[in-house]
């Protein structure tokens, strides 16, 4: 018997078991290239180099700058990411490690890189015990990051003494909205571990980041002293076009928001917003992962957008909400990756940026579609202009790596300016095959590089 094209039952019969199979195992057809789509490298030799920012000056948009670590570093491009130069002067000089960095232009085009130094860590996680001093700074450049001022301004620096605190993974951020009342103003916010607790603290600065208000706790519920699951940790913000801070975190099995109305003076007690899976999570091969928030906003319409990555599903995908009430009410959460659901692959590391010109919401991230081992990992860029309830996913890479267990971060990098967008990301260095005994003796083997993605949709028929 045969079917009217031709083929017998026996054979449709394959076809349709080929096809289920194929369905199960996440096989589908390959992602477009991101428009325009250029990677570049930064460092000429692998390191130790890992999360990673990014930034663009909005009143000069060819200005482009990554930031990484360690120690805090800065390359910058002046041809919209064409080439890079690494900028001297950066990392302190009177700590041994700086990192967990971020960068941001204001409003007249000066650079902020804000950074965690410290001499020694505590216990493993236990950050607060037994540790030296550390602080958060912040160091300016007023040639959009060429150059850099000889001293670092100090957010909140503490001492060796008993019982000190230890500061943890800043974000800074800038109001550069022309409309809003306290455009031109800087914050800074992060986790602060003690012996007891982990809390989110912010400081501010009205002076152009040459001083810094006394920081102080914007979290309403105190998280446990550990950097993993039960810290309060992950801060993100973002300025809406009125002026009102909105911020972010993660808080157990909930992100949380926080508000201020009055550039940063007093802040609404903080409140769950989203209900999400544990932050921390294992991603096969990479050192540890997590899926922090983070929080973008159209300054065209103030709608708000909050990524993150979770294990709701089985395997880790990247998902999206959004408000249009300030943050009163969120939809449901949209799933941001495009391959077949349960399919076992592993998406994770999101970061986000909301276009301030266009209103698209661009999210970067590592995505393990293409593997059915789900350990090697390609970019992915997705995309939405319809202001969050779909994403169409770009292949940002054609190829693959695999973290081999190494530490690469934890976050990656994006930023966008009228259709043109960065991304950046750490990638182990293409290093001979270890095995898995020599991977267990030497987990920290320096063999990473930070990468610089650009994709160019200006020119794209919508």
């Known amino acids: 018997m045969t079917t009217k094209f031709g083929l017998s039952a026996a054979g449709s019969a394959i076809l349709l078991a080929l096809a289920a199979f194929a369905a199960q195992s996440g096989a589908q057809r390959p992602l ?10 930064l460092n000429r030799k692998p390191g130790h180099f890992s999360e990673p920012a990014v ?32 900028t001297t002067g950066t990392a302190p000089a009177n700590y041994k490690v700086s990192g967990d960095v971020s960068i941001t232009y204001d409003i007249l085009g000066h650079v902020f890189l804000c950074y965690i130094a410290f001499d020694k860590l505590g216990t493993a996680r236990y950050w607060a ?20 001022e000889p001293n670092a301004v100090a957010v909140d620096e503490q001492p060796t003494h008993p019982d000190m605190p230890f500061e943890d993974k800043p974000y800074i951020v800038a109001d550069n909205n022309p409309g809003s009342p306290f455009a031109g ?42 950097d993993e699951n039960g810290s309060v940790e992950g801060f993100s913000g973002a300025a809406g076009p009125d002026g009102m801070l909105y911020a972010v975190w993660s808080d157990g099995d909930d992100i ?49 957008f909050v990524t993150w990555s979770d294990y709701r599903n089985g395997d880790v995908d ?17 799933r941001v990756n495009d391959d077949p659901l349960h399919n076992g692959a592993d998406q994770f590391f999101q970061w986000l940026a909301v276009d301030p010109a266009d209103g698209s919401a661009n999210v970067v991230f590592y995505d393990r579609r293409d593997d059915l081992e789900n350990r090697h990992a390609a970019i992915v860029l997705a995309r939405s202009t319809n202001g969050g309830q779909s994403f169409t996913n770009f292949a940002w890479t054609t190829t693959s790596f695999d973290p081999d267990d190494q530490f690469i971060g934890d976050y990656t990098a994006i930023t966008a300016w009228n259709g043109l967008v960065y991304g950046a990301w750490t990638e182990t260095a293409a290093v001979t095959k270890r095995s898995p005994a020599s991977r267990r003796s030497a987990p920290e083997s320096p063999s990473t590089v930070v990468k610089v993605g650009i994709a160019d949709f200006r020119t794209v028929v919508k």
């Open 32 to 41: 477009p290239p991101a428009p325009g789509a250029k990677v570049v490298t």
């Open 55 to 86: 930034a663009l000056n909005p009143e000069n948009p060819k200005q482009v700058l990554t930031a990484f670590q360690a120690p805090a570093s800065v390359a910058y491009s002046e041809d919209s990411g064409e080439h890079w130069q690494q």
């Open 129 to 148: 015990h037994d540790a030296t001093r550390n602080g958060v700074f912040v160091r300016r450049s007023l040639d959009g990051g060429k150059t850099w």
């Open 318 to 334: 990247v998902f999206c909400s959004t408000s249009s009430d300030r943050g009163r009410n969120w939809t449901p959460a949209v």
């Open 256 to 304: 949380v928001l926080v508000t201020s109305r009055d550039g940063g003076i007093s802040f609404a007690p903080s409140r769950k917003i989203l209900s999400v899976t544990a932050p921390y999570f294992n991603v096969e091969g990479v050192e540890r992962s997590d899926g922090f928030p983070q929080i973008g906003v159209d300054p065209r319409t103030g709608r708000l």
């Open 185 to 226: 103003t800087l914050y800074a916010g992060w986790t602060e571990f003690s012996l007891t607790k982990s809390v989110i603290l912010i400081s501010r600065s009205n002076d152009g980041g040459i001083t810094w208000s006394v920081p102080f706790e914007i979290s309403s519920h105190e998280g446990l002293p550990r």
